[in-house]
């Protein structure tokens, strides 16, 4: 046994945490390995599928005899061939996996091909001859909810009489909002291999985000019980909510090819087949009615907000309500009144998008704050200040308390080191001067709620075994998206054992090994599944200070396990040498952990209670410059302020502030989700839909993390998240909010402030021209 130095203290640095992703070098050499990377088994099939022609039809007939004699085709289904249940819903029904009786979406599938080359696959789709009765579609969320035609019931929280607050109030104000979705556009599109088992039975292999949810609906396509079937998961190349429900289908069809014809199946959509076929981020239409005081302190507010789900509920009713919970974002709200609406159109079933609902609700808070601002002549800063939850103004409308009040203090500090007051003084004045060119300023903040509203889900499991040369491999219920989930994990486990992080290594996802899993989502996935791998690991850990004390014959107190060794009485014996002495002597090195989040819970019928175990917060100031001649823009400065808890690797933590900020920045300004008038998405590859570049970034881009003192619950005890961390994967997609924002506020100069014209999402150069124009006119007319 060697000595070693003590340390001065087991917690390490912050900096010491920045490691980098576990999978970093492997993705710039090329060896990370995808699912279309694995080489191909012999005799595998290829699956592409014939979509439907109309957007709401009756099928009168299907001809596949061309298809079924062109070359390379081995099998055709349609859904009468599908052995178990076709539908492949992920809550409620309606998901078919193949069209039958009618269509209800354009490019819906009906006929699923599998032949020996993609290629083949594709022209044989081309050869299916289908005859339809037309029926009328219904494509507009206004349209389905005027005629109140809903995927699910409406659902409302209230808090007082908001109709009574906003006719008292001294000043009322009205305003609407429409905000269009947005494609996940993930690097690596959807894709899925099977391998039949000999049990009638599978083997999946998913670019999934839920692959217990994978395991169940192949099973139930199959007609056979979970446990013939395996779902698998290495890495995807991005998901943000698009794998989430969505990844089954081509999993479920890949499974039923290879089970019906003894084969390895690869299902792989084009890109275009994948905007066609998969879902989006909800379109909303939000509207209120707000009352408030001359100071523009809130005194009531009725919100309805209506998501446009698709033709079936798929996860759109998480979806809205997480919308209703994000309405109020930072800001307290005495009486309120907010329904959510589920409106049914003839479009492809839109689904999780990060944030999950919360930015289209959010965002509908923002815009109202920057009305009354408008409505009043005030900095709209001042008017968010004012309006902030804080000690007795600490209720949110669907009655949890914001226990931790950190936006007060943190907005404070990103006004002072952004230098907001200034630059307000300065772009005012500038834009004075400019006639053809004005910028934009807005600090908006983020109170984003972390667990999945649906209790059950808030569980974890995992499995840690220690080999019996001190190596660690782990098993978790999460997937890693690129996210640095499994990096994170490692760290966990590593700090929790007390060794070095090149000892643990962390397995793909697989349903044989963790079952039962939720789905990696909800920003939910360090949270759960770090609690669950710290749980197994402390469970091992105790048995090693156990086998150590009966060992060297000394109490259990007296030892620690640290800096990879194991310290009794001071000497330091090396780790592995621990683990092989506590093998030889039959102590099991294998533990299974497990974890639900405690506090929660929301009463649906009475719309309270407390959905969420905690909130995260941040706050950032965007500048824009405006061209007014084209509308044309540019993001000139950003700074953000966000706090993580206490970060277990700021590095990945960084990269998920900058990735989210920038991805909420194209939805707002460039993503356009465009359909014609018969259903048909226009904008269904990369030359007609634009996601942000690194031309788009801000030419001055500062990220700092807010330090404060351990958040605290209720009672004054720690609340329970892994090392006092905080979830950081989707919160910061809101804070691009500001970029929106500021682009109004541009155009607001125009109207010396006292008016907020309309602006799109996106805002697009045209939207940001129109809204100038609106300004221009408001100005013109005030003259008058």
Same mark, same amino acid.
């Given at each position: ?11 390490? =640095? ?8 576990? @999978? ?38 299907? *001809? !596949? ?21 076709? $539908? ?15 269509? $209800? ?28 009765? /037309? ?36 000043? /009322? ?15 690596? +599109? ?13 083997? #999946?292999? @998913? %670019? ?9 609906? &192949?099973?139930? #396509? ?5 446990? !013939? ?35 390895? #199946? ?6 275009? *087949? ?39 509920? $798929?996860?759109?009713?998480? #979806? ?14 005495? %009486? ?40 009043? +002549? ?29 936006? /007060? ?24 001067? @400019? ?18 509203? %649906? ?39 590593? =700090? ?5 992080? *090149? ?41 090693? !200070? ?32 621990? &683990? ?7 102590? %099991? ?47 000139? =400065? ?5 706090? &993580?808890? *206490? ?22 300004? @460039? ?12 904008? $269904? ?43 950081? +994967?989707?919160?910061? !997609? ?19 402030? =006292? ?9 697009? /150069? ?19």
């Amino acid at each position: 046994m060697r000595r070693l130095p003590e340390p001065d203290t087991a917690i390490r =640095r912050r900096e010491d945490r920045s490691i980098a992703h576990e @999978s970093a070098a492997k993705h710039i050499t090329g060896r990370a390995q995808y699912l279309d990377d694995i080489p191909e088994w012999p005799d595998m099939l290829h699956v592409a599928t014939a979509g439907a022609e109309y957007a709401h039809a009756i099928i009168e007939g299907v *001809d !596949l005899e061309a298809a079924r004699s062109a070359p390379g085709v081995v099998d055709l289904i349609i859904q009468r061939d599908i052995p178990g249940n076709p $539908d492949i819903s992920p809550v409620f029904s309606g998901d078919l996996l193949l069209a039958g009786e009618k269509v $209800d979406y354009l490019g819906q599938p009906v006929v699923a091909v599998a032949a020996t080359s993609l290629t083949a696959a594709k022209r044989a789709c081309a050869l299916v001859k289908i005859r339809y009765r /037309p029926l009328e579609p219904r494509l507009s969320v206004k349209e389905a909810l005027a005629r109140e035609d809903f995927v699910l019931p409406s659902h409302t929280l209230a808090m007082g009489d908001a109709a009574a607050a906003i006719a008292a109030a001294e000043h /009322p104000l009205a305003g609407e909002l429409y905000l269009r979705g947005q494609e996940h556009f993930y690097l690596e +599109g959807q894709i899925s291999i099977a391998l039949p088992s000999e049990d009638g039975g599978a083997r #999946v292999y @998913s %670019s999934s985000q839920h692959p217990a949810e994978v395991q169940k609906l &192949v099973a139930q #396509v199959l007609g056979q019980p979970l446990h !013939l079937v395996q779902a698998e998961v290495r890495r995807m190349g991005g998901a943000f909510g698009g794998k989430e429900s969505q990844a089954a289908s081509l999993a479920c069809m890949a499974a039923v090819f290879a089970v019906r014809n003894r084969r390895p #199946v690869k299902y792989r959509m084009p890109r275009r *087949d994948d905007m066609v076929q998969t879902g989006k981020r909800h379109d909303f239409w939000n509207s209120y009615r707000v009352g408030f005081d001359s100071k523009g302190l809130i005194q009531g507010v009725e919100m309805d907000l209506v998501g446009l789900c698709g033709h079936s509920a $798929d996860l759109s009713d998480g #979806v809205v309500d997480r919308a209703m919970f994000h309405a109020d974002n930072a800001y307290y709200l005495p %009486s309120a009144r907010i329904s959510g609406h589920r409106c049914r159109t003839n479009t492809v079933s839109n689904t999780a998008f990060r944030g999950f609902g919360g930015p289209q609700g959010m965002l509908a808070a923002e815009a109202m704050l920057d009305d009354i601002a408008h409505a009043l +002549g005030a900095d709209p800063l001042d008017i968010r200040k004012r309006n902030l939850y804080r000690d007795g103004r600490n209720t949110t409308p669907y009655g949890q308390k914001v226990e931790e009040q950190l936006l /007060p203090e943190l907005i404070e500090q990103l006004e002072r080191t952004s230098d907001y007051r200034n630059r307000r003084r300065e772009i005012r004045d500038f834009n004075a001067a @400019s006639k053809y060119r004005k910028k934009g300023l807005s600090l908006t903040p983020v109170k984003f709620g972390i667990s999945f509203t %649906s209790k059950h889900l808030n569980q974890a499991g995992a499995l840690v075994h220690i080999y019996a040369d001190g190596s660690i491999h782990v098993s978790h219920g999460g997937t890693e998206m690129g996210q640095g989930l499994h990096t994170k994990i490692a760290q966990i486990v590593a =700090r929790g054992f007390g060794v070095d992080l *090149d000892r643990v290594q962390v397995a793909a996802t697989a349903t044989d090994q963790v079952p039962n899993a939720s789905p990696t989502a909800a920003s939910a996935g360090t949270d759960l599944n770090g609690m669950a791998a710290l749980n197994a690991v402390n469970t091992l850990k105790q048995r090693l !200070l156990e086998y150590a004390a009966e060992t060297y014959d000394t109490d259990i107190d007296r030892i620690a396990i640290r800096d990879d060794h194991c310290w009794v009485d001071g000497r330091a014996i090396p780790f592995a040498e621990l &683990v092989k002495g506590a093998y030889m002597a039959r102590v %099991s090195l294998s533990a299974t952990g497990f974890y639900r989040t405690p506090k929660i819970g929301y009463d649906r019928a009475a719309a309270r209670g407390r959905p969420f175990h905690y909130f995260a917060n941040g706050a950032a100031v965007s500048e824009v410059s405006v061209d007014l001649h084209t509308g044309e823009y540019r993001v000139t =400065r950003v700074d953000i302020l966000h706090d &993580v808890g *206490d970060s277990l690797n700021p590095a990945i933590d960084l990269g998920q502030i900058e990735g989210g900020f920038v991805q909420g920045m194209g939805w707002l300004t @460039s993503e356009e989700l465009l359909w014609d008038g018969r259903g048909r998405i226009i904008s $269904d590859s990369p030359a007609n839909y634009k996601i942000p570049t690194a031309g788009d970034l801000p030419e001055i881009f500062n990220i700092d993390f807010f330090q404060h003192p351990l958040f605290q619950g209720a009672a004054g005890a720690e609340e329970e998240t892994v090392y006092r961390s905080k979830a950081v +994967g989707e919160p910061p !997609l809101m804070l691009a909010i500001s970029v929106w924002c500021a682009l109004r506020d541009a155009c607001a100069s125009l109207a010396d402030y =006292r008016f907020s014209p309309p602006l799109g999402v996106p805002a697009t /150069p045209e939207q940001v021209y129109f809204c100038a124009r609106a300004a221009l006119q408001f100005a013109e007319e005030a003259k008058r």
